[in-house]
């Protein structure tokens, strides 16, 4: 049985049997652009050429996430819905609204390119708190500058 070394971004990885590597490729632990050699072989050549996926397997499974971990620790969640969440907290101080707004609108979007990860409620708990804490002190300044009068 050959044993193929592979590397990725020019960093080796190990030395693996074939069995492991396509245990590894099915874990997500090797990628299929990652590049394996082998005695005999010329060149270095991605996984996915030496071991192309089968049409009959289906993908590997993920893992089962508990909820109430999920809850506290931001798993499978969008990065950007992660940061609107954060944002939307300090949106009170009210200079970071705007960003809040931001990142909830670009989680929004996120999300719907990677329907997998969750995170739409802290998306909108983003753009409410940001559109909130945005028009509140809008609303100040201009009920300051058009509605109370001022002495010359």
């Not at 990652?34 to 996926?53: K, R, V, Y």
């Not at 397997?57 to 971990?69: E, G, K, M, N, S």
Request: charged letters at 10%; a positive charge; hydrophobic letters at 50%.
């Amino acid at each position: 049985m050959p044993h193929y070394h592979v590397s990725r971004a020019r960093e080796q990885l190990g030395v693996f049997a074939e069995q492991e590597v396509l245990a590894k490729l099915n874990r997500g632990e090797l990628l299929p652009g990652d590049l394996a050699w082998t005695e005999g072989m010329a060149n270095w050549q991605p996984l996915t050429s030496l071991f192309p996926p089968s049409n009959g397997a289906p993908p590997p499974v993920p893992a089962p996430v508990d909820p109430a971990l999920s809850m506290v620790i931001p798993i499978n969640r969008s990065g950007w819905a992660i940061a609107a969440g954060y944002l939307a907290l300090v949106s009170v101080l009210c200079f970071p609204a705007p960003i809040a707004l931001f990142c909830g609108i670009m989680a929004l979007r996120d999300l719907k390119r990677q329907p997998h990860l969750q995170g739409a409620g802290r998306a909108w708990f983003g753009i409410v708190m940001g559109v909130l804490f945005t028009l509140v002190p809008l609303f100040v300044v201009l009920s300051y500058a058009f509605l109370i009068p001022h002495k010359r």
